[in-house]
Each structure stands twice: as C-alpha cells, then as structure tokens.
C-alpha cells in the first residue's frame, strides 16, 4: 500500500508531541522487543515496573475465555505463553488506552471510543482463533488500535474535531471523512494507516484498518487473509456497534450483523453464542483495563448485570471521569495504610479546598493514581508490600506519574532514607505524627509548584498545538500547490513527480505502464465563441466526464491550458487503448451545458506504452502525444497510437494495430465536435 499520508506530513505531526503514542514502560518495553539480542529476564525486569501492564499480561497468558490447566501467575511464564509480538503489541495498546483515556476534545466520547475498541480487539481475538488468520493476540491489538486515527484527530485538534464531529453527527461516513479532509487535509482512516505503520505494524494490519469502514474499496482476492482479517474486523465492527447501541436500535442492527457474520462463516445461532462470549469478556477486560463496560452492556446480555455498576476508586469498578484541575483545587490521592492518619490527612485537605481519593495499599495506591491522574501525592513510606519509596520510582516511570508532586509520609527522619527517597523522585516529606499546619504549610508549597508547572505545560501545549496546526497549513499548502484549482485534477508539478514514481516502480517490477495525452478539440473556438468563462466551465465537465470514466488505479492530472495526461499503471497499450475509448465515449456522450447553451465536447487521445526503446518516462509521453496530433490530424474526437506493441518496431506515421494480433480500438473520423 502506498503511504495514506506522505512521510514528511506525517513526520511534522509526530513532531508536535501530541500524536497519541506509547509512553513510559511501554516505551522500553516495545523498544526492548526491538533489540535482537533481548533476553527474557531483562524484559521481564522492565515489564514489572508498570503493576498495571503485569497484571494485564498475566490475564491475556491465562486467556480469558479458555480454560488452562495450571494458572500462569508470573512474569517470565506469561512471557514465554504469549510471545514477544503480542507483548510488544499489548504494551502498545494498552499505554495507549491507559495515557488517552480522557482529553480535552468535547464531543469525542472517550469512554465510548475505548469500550468499543475493547469490544472490537475481543471479537478480533476471537475471529483470530476460529478462522486461524492471524495470532489472536496481534488480532486483539488490531481490534484496540483499528480507530486510533480518530482518537489522534481529538489529541491533535481537539476544538476543531469537536465541530467536526457535531457537525457531522447527522452525517454518514462518507460526508464525516468529506469533513475531517476538508478541516485537516487528511481523514481519520488515512491517519490510523499512518500511525499503525509507524508503530511497525506489518503492512496487511495497516491495510485492513484503513478498509475496513468502506470495505468496498479493497481490491483483496476473495480467499485471502487480507479478505478473513478484513471480514473479521468489520465483524468486529458491527459488534462493537451493537454492544454500545440503545436497546431500541439493537434489532436493526442485528439484521445488519448477520450477513456480516455470514462472510466469516459464522451461523445466526454460533453468532448468539459468540456474542455472548464476547459481553462476557468484554466486562472482564472492561474491569482489568478499568473500561466502562457496564454503561452500555446490560442490554446486550443479562449476566452482565451480576458485575454490578456502583462507582468506587477500588481497581476493576468503573472509573471515575475526573475533569483537569483547575484554580485553587487539586486531586490529591493519599496511600496510607493507617485509616486514622487518612482521616486526618482528609481533613486538612478538604479543609483547603482539594478533593482527596485513598488507598490504604501501594499496589492499589498506583492504579488509583494512573485512573485519576492527581496533582499531588501524599504515601506512607512504610507500607507493607509496595511502600512509599517503590511506589513512587514505579510512578515516575509512566507519564501520568512524572509530573505528579509526591510528598513522602515518613515517621523517622533518618538521612540515608530521605536521601534515597528524594532520588527515586519524592518531592518533600511530612513526618508522622502529622501536624496539620506543618502539612498544610508543605501542601501550599507544593502547590506553588504545581501551578508553575502547569503554566509550563499550558506553554508547551501552546506550542504544541501550533507544531500541528502548522503541519496541517503545511499540508493544506502542498495539497494546493499540486492541484489544479478549476478541474480538481492534480497539475503538472504533480505528473512529473508521479510519472517518475510509476516509471521506475514499473521498471523495477517489469510491469506494464501506459500513458495518455487527451487535448479537448477546438477548444480555442469556445473560447472565442462564447467566451472564457464559458470555456472554464466546458472544461470543468469534461474532466468530470474524464473522472467517471477511469478506473481506480489511474492517474489523471491537468498538464496544460485544455490538455490532460492519464497515467495507467500496470496497464499494457491494449488495455489502456481501450480505457482511452471509454474516455472518448463518456466525453463525447456528455453534452456539456453552460449558461443556457448545450454544447457537444469531444477530446482527441493519444495512447503509449511504456516500451524498451524509450529512454525515459519523456519518451512515452511524447510517444502519447505524438498520437494525440495523429488523432486530430485524422478528423479529433478519436484515439490513435503511433506505437507499435514489440520494442523496437518502426513508428507509423499513423495509427496502427499492434503486432500481437489482437486488434487495437480505432475509431473512425466523426463529426467535428461542439455543435450546439
Ligand atoms: N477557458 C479557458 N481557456 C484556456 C485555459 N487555459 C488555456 N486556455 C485556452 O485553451 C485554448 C487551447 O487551444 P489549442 O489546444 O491550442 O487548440 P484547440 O482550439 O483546442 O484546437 P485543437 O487542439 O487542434 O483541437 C487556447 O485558446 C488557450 O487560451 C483556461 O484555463 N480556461
């Protein structure tokens, strides 16, 4: 697949930092599973400074729904059952589910977004399984990540992508992607292709992401994997939309669902047993993953009410949606083992304002604190198990946890402790027994912090914002400066790149490659008639009536005032005299209408193919437009080629037939065109 964005573009966006990626223990970890001379214990050793991405590995090395004998419970064992391209992959996603979960984009619904990607990677995991395509666990990823496009247009333009979407809610697809190209030069499914390329993933992922919403316009081969992987995520698709549905559409839906189903080979009665299945794990990885499964799953299927839906900061429960902080107030999550010091603590925190969520373990403590991502930190040195210190260090390898201000709870003031705290990041220290006005003292000093730091980061974000919106003026620009502004075409600056591009690409592979000089016929006389403006618009028709009749796979740009250039690749002079004729036909067929006129416009085309006497892609155009004089020269509104198919041969001096004996389409004279 050629790349949906060009590199440079999408490379600027990368460049503003706000582009969706994995941070932290992610990071080392995927890059670890780069090295080739990686050992597992090494990995093993990074993969357990993030508890949350253990846990998460250890319940996808049990599997969710199959049942194994003996429970995989460590690391290294986890490792060895999944394998390093799933890990590498679920490290990914999951930084990326645990750092995007929320955002400053209105009208993008991240809780939405996230349950159904969850939704998608467990369909996926289980298409894996059953139509044996793929590994089901780089399925699960593809389900996570098949959107990440989306969520990349709410990171990158949060304002403008929220106006995008409000205007566009009662839009279909096509409208919305119509949308995102007009407000970014670029739509979401062009960007999630981008991205899963930049992220290494192989190339028949990248291409099903970005069909999978219009799979019509994959050209796969009806048996082949790219075809399963395909029909399985637009399942997958399909699923998600009915799990986050109102009860009401869900019928509908269903309807929708089966033949969908039917292309994975899946019966109407298997399709309620997976469904099933997948609500069932769906609410178990909502919980692992801290998902909200619950706001949408009851409908779908009952026993998913057993979960229960109460909200609570305990792991596994739906998370709290918790705002930015803004003004005086912060979110302050406390890890004290003793419940009488939390409650003092409490106390002198609401007391000034702040809103305190607790945790009496420091296991817990950090997934408390990557859910409701706090501006500062109060932790019991001395806790059984993670303590204050590990705690802390843990924290500031994740992205959420290196910005937050950690005041270290300690009841011996000893120098080589506090030493060792403040290296492994603590930022001040209370000393049991607390003294509400020492620690309300500290709380203010560590505020002033936090404020500075927030007004770096509001810079940064500035600038930030301005790195992509720069990208996109950019590319907006690029987009202008190749494009031809009456007809929509691509202009000549863009042919002659492209004609290198298909040229070299077509020597290297030995394929065929054909090319086309179309000029309008006696479009001076138009002009002269009827005027300029009149021209424009004959112009404008004829290159829709162009547009129509070419296949996908062509190129077509405006190469001069009424002349065009159609490149076919792959294409041999055969096939590609035909497809002028087809061209001739629908322009000549489509009577142009302009003010109150009707006029008849007819084009003349010369057709070549790429042969072993030319010397360059130059040779082959002037070889097409030598056969565009000779088509005028022979009455217009006709194709002519002065080529003949084996290298080498003679030029006629007139249209000819080539030499394999199939016989080249040549049309007679007509009538002069643009009769009234
Ligand atoms: N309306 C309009 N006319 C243009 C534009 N660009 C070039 N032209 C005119 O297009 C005409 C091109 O005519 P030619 O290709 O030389 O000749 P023709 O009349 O088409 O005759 P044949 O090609 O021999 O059939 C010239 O009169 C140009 O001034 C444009 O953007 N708009």
């Known amino acids: ?36 001379d990686l050992s597992l214990a090494e990995l093993a050793r990074v993969i357990k400074t993030d508890p949350a991405f253990v846990g998460r590995l250890v319940k996808a090395a049990n599997g969710v729904a199959i049942s194994p004998g003996r429970p995989i419970a460590s690391v290294q064992e986890a490792l060895m059952v999944v394998g390093l391209p799933a890990v590498r992959n679920m490290a990914l996603g999951f930084s990326l589910l645990s750092n995007y979960r929320s955002g400053g984009c209105e009208h993008f619904d991240y809780e939405r977004y996230w ?27 593809l389900g996570l990540l098949a959107r990440i496009g989306e969520l990349a247009l709410a990171t990158l333009f949060p304002r403008e992508y929220s106006e995008v979407l409000v205007e566009g809610r ?34 028949i992922y ?18 082949s994997r790219e075809a399963k992987i395909l029909d399985a995520l637009c399942l997958a698709h399909e699923i998600a939309q009915l799990c986050l549905a109102d009860p009401a559409a869900r019928p509908a839906l269903m309807e929708h669902l089966s033949p969908v189903a039917d292309r994975t080979g899946m019966a109407p009665e298997a399709l309620d047993t997976f469904i099933e299945e997948v609500t069932r794990e769906w609410t178990e990885w909502g919980k692992v993953l801290q998902v909200a499964t619950q706001r949408f799953v009851e409908p779908v299927h009952a026993q998913a009410g057993a979960a229960g839906t109460a909200k609570s900061t305990r792991p596994g429960e739906a998370p709290p949606c918790v705002p930015p902080a803004s003004g005086v107030s912060m979110r302050v999550v406390v890890v004290e083992r003793d419940a009488k010091v939390r409650a003092t603590l409490r106390g002198v925190l609401e007391r000034a304002g702040h809103r305190v969520f607790e945790s009496d373990d420091g296991r817990h403590g950090m997934e408390l604190a990557l859910e409701v991502q706090p501006q500062m930190m109060l932790v019991d040195a001395h806790m059984p198990g993670v303590g204050g210190i590990a705690l802390t260090r843990a924290l500031r390898q994740t992205r959420i946890g290196r910005s937050i201000y950690i005041l270290l709870l300690t009841s011996r003031e000893d120098d ?23 620690l309300a003292a500290r709380l203010r000093a560590g505020h002033r912090v936090i404020r500075l730091q927030q007004e770096v980061e509001r810079d940064r974000e500035e600038i930030r914002r301005f790195a992509a919106e720069l990208a ?28 290198a591009q298909e040229w ?93 006129l009707n006029l008849r416009v007819t084009i003349s085309v010369g057709v070549a193919e790429r042969d072993a006497s030319m010397p360059d892609a130059d040779a082959m155009i002037k070889r097409a437009d030598q056969g565009a004089y000779v088509a005028k020269a022979q009455g217009r509104d006709q194709v002519a080629t002065v080529q003949q198919r084996v290298a080498g041969a003679a030029e ?15 049309v007679p004279p007509r009538e002069t065109a643009n009769s009234k």
């Not at 964005?5 to 706000?18: C, N, P, T, V, W």
Request: aromatic share 6%.
């Open 416 to 438: 080589e402790r506090l030493i060792e705290a403040f290296e492994n990041g603590v930022d001040d220290f209370v000393t049991k027994p607390i003294r509400s006005r020492v």
């Open 652 to 666: 006629a001096a007139s249209a000819v037939e080539p030499t394999d004996g199939g016989a080249v389409p040549q």
């Open 504 to 596: 070299s690409a077509s020597m290297r592979s030995r394929r065929p490659l054909s090319c086309m000089v179309i000029d309008i016929d006696n479009f001076k006389q138009i002009n002269d008639t009827y005027g300029h403006d009149v021209g424009d618009a004959v112009l404008r028709q004829a290159a829709s009536a162009i547009k129509l009749g070419l296949r996908s796979q062509d190129v077509v740009a405006r190469t001069g005032g009424d002349e065009f250039l159609v490149l076919c690749p792959d294409t041999d002079l055969r096939a590609a005299m035909h497809c002028a004729e087809r061209l001739r036909e629908a322009v000549h067929g489509a009577r142009v209408s302009v003010s109150r």
């Open 206 to 223: 990248q291409e099903v992401a970005y069909h999978f919403e219009a799979p019509l316009g994959a050209a796969f081969g009806e048996e």
């Open 170 to 203: 009662a839009r279909d697809a096509d409208e919305l992607i119509a949308m995102e190209r007009k407000a970014f030069a670029m739509n979401h499914r062009e960007l999630t292709a981008a991205m899963l390329a930049d992220w290494g993933l192989p190339v």
């Open 1 to 36: 697949m050629s790349p949906p964005i060009k590199i440079s573009h999408f490379e600027q966006l990368k460049a503003s930092g706000d582009l969706p990626s994995p941070k932290g223990a992610a990071l080392a970890i995927i890059r670890l599973t780069r090295k080739e």
């Open 472 to 499: 996109v003026t950019n590319r907006r620009l690029q987009e202008v400066a190749l494009t031809d502004q009456l007809t929509g075409f691509r202009n000549r600056r863009y042919a002659i790149d492209r004609i």
């Open 115 to 141: 349950s159904g990607s969850l939704v998608m990677a467990i369909v996926c995991q289980g298409l894996g399984r059953r139509l044996r395509c793929a590994s089901p666990d780089e399925m699960f990823c």
